[in-house]
């Protein structure tokens, strides 16, 4: 990997951004874990790729048992050159690694406003109310947290989040509402995020989806490495 990569991956040794969730985190054997009461698998996780190398059994096995304590679905976070190394589990999900090359693009004309989220209920119009564990006041309170939302006529219409981790900057929850989509607005969202990112660090980076990854690229983003999450192998 080059280093980039290896510092987004020990960047997940960093648990600043699991405080503000509240009290079910924890570190084990050395994994970052974590778990939000949503019905999804990500939502309760462990950081395996924080580990200074490829995972071993011990850890595995420790941390397989604080996540399946506390929900039937449940991942282990990797990179993805690693996942052949964790035994008994299968991918459930690759999540390729961007990272901006450069300043970021300049800002194309928008009719929103983007500016700091003013409370969660504006930020979960276009995030989504389902997604509220996510953006409690805490995560807006909290200091290396940073969210933004672009409104239009003052009414919220897409929304994104800069996360700062150890000594990387992560942009997430870049969303727009339906009606929003196809104008530029999701454009104007990620520059806008990337720039208040770069303030704080010279990486910043995201996860894309197979279909959001063209824009990145024309956005100066650049892969770098590809992390996977991990469910267990049925029967195991």
Excluded at 150 to 164: D, F, H
Excluded at 172 to 194: D, K, S, Y
């Amino acid at each position: 990997m080059g280093d980039a990569a290896l510092r987004i991956s020990a960047a997940h040794a960093d648990t600043a951004d699991l405080i503000p969730a509240g009290d079910d985190w924890a570190v084990v054997s050395g994994v970052p874990c974590q778990h939000i009461a949503l019905p999804y698998p990500w939502a309760t996780t462990g950081r395996l790729l924080a580990l200074p190398g490829p995972p071993t059994a011990e850890p595995v096995t420790q941390v397989a048992a604080w996540l399946r304590a506390r929900s039937p679905q449940w991942t282990l976070m990797v990179r993805a050159e690693d996942e052949h190394q964790v035994a008994g589990f299968q991918r459930w999900d690759l999540m390729p690694v961007l990272a901006l090359q450069g300043p970021p693009p300049s800002r194309p004309r928008s009719m929103a406003d983007i500016g700091p989220a003013r409370d969660r209920d504006e930020f979960l119009v276009p995030y989504g109310a389902e997604l509220a564990p996510l953006v409690t006041d805490a995560h807006l309170a909290a200091g290396r947290m940073h969210h933004l939302v672009a409104r239009v006529g003052g009414e919220p219409v897409g929304c994104a989040r800069v996360r700062l981790m150890a000594d990387t900057a992560y942009l997430g929850a870049i969303t727009v509402l339906p009606t929003w989509q196809g104008t530029g607005l999701g454009t104007a969202l990620t520059i806008a995020a990337g720039e208040l990112a770069a303030g704080y660090s010279d990486l910043v980076w995201l996860h894309c989806t197979p279909g959001s990854r063209a824009l990145y690229e024309r956005l100066g983003y650049r892969h770098v490495d590809d992390h996977a999450l991990l469910v267990p192998v049925p029967g195991t």
